[in-house]
């Protein structure tokens, strides 16, 4: 399944890329488990992902938590916690 990630703020910078288009798994069926698989992909996503737990997910421009699937998933963006002011 080919998914576009689009990555936002510090998970952009860090990664190097504003967004991708890549092949996923068929073994990868939740946002948690796409997170540990970003990690394997190299150096700058694992700087990225370090702490898992922070980043935020939105499954075809929906909030969604890690345990939520992501098959039929368009888009899935990915982005650090955001603070208001």
Do not use: C, Q, S
Not at 3 to 29: C, H, M, N, Q, S
Not at 44 to 67: C, S
Not at 69 to 77: C, L, P, S
């Amino acid at each position: 399944m080919t998914t576009k990630l689009v990555y936002f703020a510090w998970v952009r910078e860090r990664i190097g890329k504003p967004e991708e288009e890549i092949e996923l798994p068929a073994d990868i069926r939740t946002v948690g488990e796409l997170l540990r698989h970003l990690k394997t992909r190299g150096e700058e996503y694992e700087a990225a992902l370090e702490y898992p737990d922070v980043i935020r997910v939105a499954i075809n421009h929906e909030h969604v938590d890690h345990g939520e699937a992501i098959a039929g998933a368009r888009e899935i963006a990915l982005f650090p916690p955001m603070t208001g002011g």
